[in-house]
């Protein structure tokens, strides 16, 4: 299902509740990032968290509505990666698609009425990008953002699905309701190790020469850097096998959080890191991101041992728990092999697996 993130200001508040009402209708689904009423805000806070959550690939596409538009897309279009276009008659909305490949729109909630509005909405959602010679021009913008946009400033985490077909195959029995205990653990580990790839992709090498049976060899082994692997309790724990396999010399370390059954706070009952935990690259491991509660903490224990570059490998994750990580957190990088629709009441992501701990343990 296309899932869409949404946005305005105060005088966008009725054209974004009237876009949501269509949204419903045609079984799209959305998350409203406000504003909720017609009180004054300023409208670069809301395009930020918007624009944002769409760079980050948490939404891959977004509707932003101010009086005019313009304001958004101003906004907007400062955050690389996100490619805002005005729009306000249909043939726009068309071209920006298939031309531009724009995945943010912004609207006139002083211009247009309501009906035009969801035309409009309904053609850009529609259109799919040519590609073609388009494709060389939105490779050019993305050129002049890498030239011009300091990337240094602040590392930003990024989230990465890794869909790999093997990935996505193992995950469709693991979400089974009728899968083992057994299957179930097997394939949480199989799965953790084949996201490993993603996950060590950007290790630093060092040259080194062997000696084939034939000649001397110009070849590569991963440097002195190592892996500090934190399962976060008790589900994380699933996950550790399978990459143990394949990077036997990883160091362990465990933090155990808990979530409050009537608040859903996290809370940490259980922490022991490697000494050199600082030195290391860290992985933290956690089948399910859903609110993002022991995620936050767990990475902030991490981080007052020290360790700096961190990445949260999960196998399902919710946008909920993505953004809060992300917010706390801005400098991680999440990993996961798929990101679900939502949370339902209970804390659960939807459709998720249900809970894997207890799916991994056996336990209910
Ligand atoms: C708010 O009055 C208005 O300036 C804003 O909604 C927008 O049109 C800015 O571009």
């Avoid at 959305?30 to 670069?44: A, I, L, N, S």
Wanted: charged residues 25%; proline residues 5%; glycine residues 8%.
């Amino acid at each position: 299902m296309e899932r869409i993130a949404l946005g305005a200001d105060h005088a966008g508040y009725r054209l974004k509740e009237d876009i949501k009402a269509f949204l419903k209708e045609n079984n799209y689904y959305f998350e409203d990032f406000g504003t909720f009423d017609t009180k004054p805000v300023d409208y670069p806070e809301i395009a930020i968290k918007v624009a944002t959550s769409i760079a980050k690939g948490v939404f891959p596409r977004g509707i932003l509505i101010c009086g005019t538009g313009i304001g958004m897309s101003i906004v907007a279009n400062k955050v690389p990666g996100v490619y805002a276009a005005l729009c306000h008659d249909i043939f726009t909305a068309r071209a920006s698609r298939a031309h531009n490949n724009s995945n943010l729109l912004t609207l006139g909630g002083r211009i247009i009425a309501s009906e035009l509005a969801k035309e409009i909405v309904r053609e850009w959602l529609e259109t799919p990008f040519e590609g073609g010679r388009h494709l060389r021009r939105i490779q050019q913008i993305m050129a002049l953002e890498e030239k011009f946009i300091k990337k240094d400033v602040v590392k930003n985490g990024r989230l990465v699905i890794v869909d790999h077909p093997l990935i996505q195959h193992k995950l469709s029995i693991l979400r089974d309701k009728n899968t083992s205990v057994k299957e179930f653990r097997e394939l949480i580990s199989e799965i953790s190790a084949l996201m490993l790839f993603e996950v060590t992709r950007d290790i630093p090498l060092v040259e080194k020469e062997v000696e084939t049976p034939i000649s001397r060899a110009k070849s590569f082994v991963i440097s002195g850097k190592e892996l500090a692997l934190v399962p976060i309790l008790r589900a994380g724990l699933g996950m550790i096998d399978g990459i143990l396999r394949l990077i036997p010399n990883a160091k362990v370390g465990h933090i155990g959080v808990y979530r409050k059954p009537d608040t859903l706070d996290p809370v940490v009952y259980y922490c022991k890191l490697p000494k050199d935990i600082a030195e290391r690259d860290v992985v933290i491991l956690d089948p399910m991101l859903a609110t993002g509660g022991s995620a936050v903490e767990a990475i902030k224990i991490v981080k007052e041992h020290g360790a700096k570059n961190i990445k949260f490998l999960c196998i399902i994750a919710a946008p909920e728990g993505v953004g809060k990580v992300h917010s706390a957190h801005p400098d991680v990088d999440i990993l996961t092999a798929a990101l679900d629709e939502r949370l339902n009441d209970h804390g659960y992501i939807v459709p998720g697996l249900g809970d894997a701990g207890d799916r991994i343990f056996g336990t209910k």
